[in-house]
T-cell receptor, first 113, second 116 residues
Framework: EAQVTQNPRYLITVTGKKLTVTCSQN?????MSWYRQDPGLGLRQIYY???????DKGDVPEGYKVSRKEKRNFPLILESPSPNQTSLYFC????????????FGAGTRLSVL | DAKTTQPPSMDCAEGRAANLPCNHS???????VYWYRQIHSQGPQYIIH???NNETNEMASLIITEDRKSSTLILPHATLRDTAVYYC?????????????????FGTGTRLTIIP
């Protein structure tokens, strides 16, 4: 089944403790992206990747890192999480020529205490 | 991107057709209409898109008016699992450049509630 898989689905952590949210897609998509969703603010893009080893900042990249060493994986790294990064996170992927059609993971709900 | 306007909420009886309208009066000739939905706290889900002809897939039908200033998403036999927020967006089909970013931004959408 074609899908985008995020892990973990839920995470509670403390300020400053490094964490990684994994994202994997099995559709051989070139384009991948991370979003966060907060009440009243909608979806906001954190980082995106056009292909392996090609990543760039979205609208709200501060406090996050990403890597794209393989086509299928696009992990989101929080080196030193803070409470303002408490949010619902979504990973998405898209084929290279139809990037307005994006396939989303189920989401990761992160709470930073 | 052209702006879209959707009603904030709608109800529909289970088993009936749900018709969700979207106005996009400033749409350009090369812009497509896309529909997504988001079931509570789940990832947004692509539904359908179209340019000017009516489109149908296994999930829904999309009816675009001849002047392309509005469209209607039709869920032919709504079920309780169709309760979600539905978003209509207007975008060019693909980025001008192969190196373009295509972040998705949704408006407030229509909260569709399917009534048993």
């Amino acid at each position: 089944e074609a899908q985008v898989t995020q892990n973990p689905r839920y995470l509670i952590t403390v300020t400053g403790k490094k964490l990684t949210v994994t994202c994997s897609q099995n559709m051989n998509h070139e384009y991948m992206s991370w979003y966060r969703q907060d009440p009243g603010l909608g979806l906001r893009q954190i980082y995106y990747s056009m292909n392996v080893e090609v990543t760039d900042k979205g609208d709200v990249p501060e406090g996050y890192k990403v890597s794209r060493k393989e086509k299928r994986n696009f992990p989101l790294i929080l080196e030193s999480p803070s409470p303002n990064q408490t949010s619902l996170y979504f990973c998405a992927s898209s084929p290279g020529v139809a990037r307005n059609i994006q396939y989303f993971g189920a989401g990761t709900r992160l709470s930073v205490l | 991107d052209a702006k879209t306007t959707q009603p904030p909420s709608m109800d529909c009886a289970e088993g009936r057709a749900a018709n969700l309208p979207c106005n996009h009066s400033t749409i350009s000739g090369n812009e497509y209409v896309y529909w997504y939905r988001q079931i509570h706290s789940q990832g947004p889900q692509y539904i359908i898109h179209g340019l000017k002809n009516n489109e149908t897939n296994e999930m829904a039908s999309l009816i675009i008016t001849e002047d392309r200033k509005s469209s209607t998403l039709i869920l032919p036999h709504a079920t309780l699992r169709d309760t979600a927020v539905y978003y209509c967006i207007v975008r060019v089909l693909s980025p001008i450049s192969n190196f373009g970013n295509e972040k998705l931004t949704f408006g407030t959408g229509t909260r569709l509630t399917i009534i048993p």
